[in-house]
């Protein structure tokens, strides 16, 4: 299957879940919310489950597999169990930056012959950081004990940013920047549900973007398995 046929099979099927999410959530049925939610997660993860069995490369996808499934399972349960909810997107993270180690380890990082790899991931996670700073200096405060995780997750996000944008540099190509553009997204999605969750009043305005950006990113990145 090619990149065009993946996305005019699953494009409409995520635009339906996407309105059927937000009616449903007006009209607070909160189990049809968290159905509908992670309906459409789950079409990343059947979508690269999908591409795994047809090519037989679990080797490169089935580690994106499971961080969608991650996802999948964080969706539903940040709706009735927050904390729960936030270690298994933790977790999710780290399976993420687990596959791009292994698709670019350290030994093959020929970096004393091609240093601008180096300045390539240090250049997008220090951009990731500088912006969280500016996006929350006022924010910080409100924190409380939860202050460590706060400035912990930018650091990590934008080194996770960094690690895809590398991947795309050293191997060039479509798919590398498709996901790349995906970690954008879901970096971005990521500092809005920060936002909010210190403006719950001020920025209703986000929710919908949020959830576009979300699954967008979830699209793109599955999308480049498929290039």
Known sequence: MSF???????????????????RMKKRELKLETILAKCAGTFLAFAGAVVWCWLTQRWD???????????????DGLLE????????????A??????????????????LQNHPMLLWVLLGVWALCVAV??????????????????????????GL??????????????????????GMV???VSDLMVAKRFFHPEGYLWMEKPIMLLYWGALYLLEASLWL
């Open 60 to 74: 490169v996808g089935g580690l994106l597999a499971l961080f969608f499934g991650l996802c999948m399972i964080a």
């Open 132 to 157: 969280a700073v500016a996006v929350f200096r006022k924010d910080l405060k409100k924190t409380g004990k939860l202050l460590p995780v706060f400035v912990l997750y930018p650091v990590v996000l």
């Open 160 to 181: 996770l940013v960094g690690q895809v944008f590398l991947c795309a540099v050293f191997y060039g190509g479509r798919s590398g920047w498709l996901a790349a553009a």
């Open 4 to 22: 065009w046929k993946y996305s005019f099979l699953v494009l409409p099927a995520w635009a339906a879940f996407f309105a059927l999410y937000f």
């Open 93 to 110: 993270h780290g399976v993420l930056a687990w596959r791009y180690m292994a698709l670019l380890p350290p030994t093959r990082l020929p």
């Open 185 to 187: 997204c879901f970096y």
């Open 80 to 91: 009735v169990w927050f904390v729960p909810g936030m270690l298994c997107f933790a977790a």
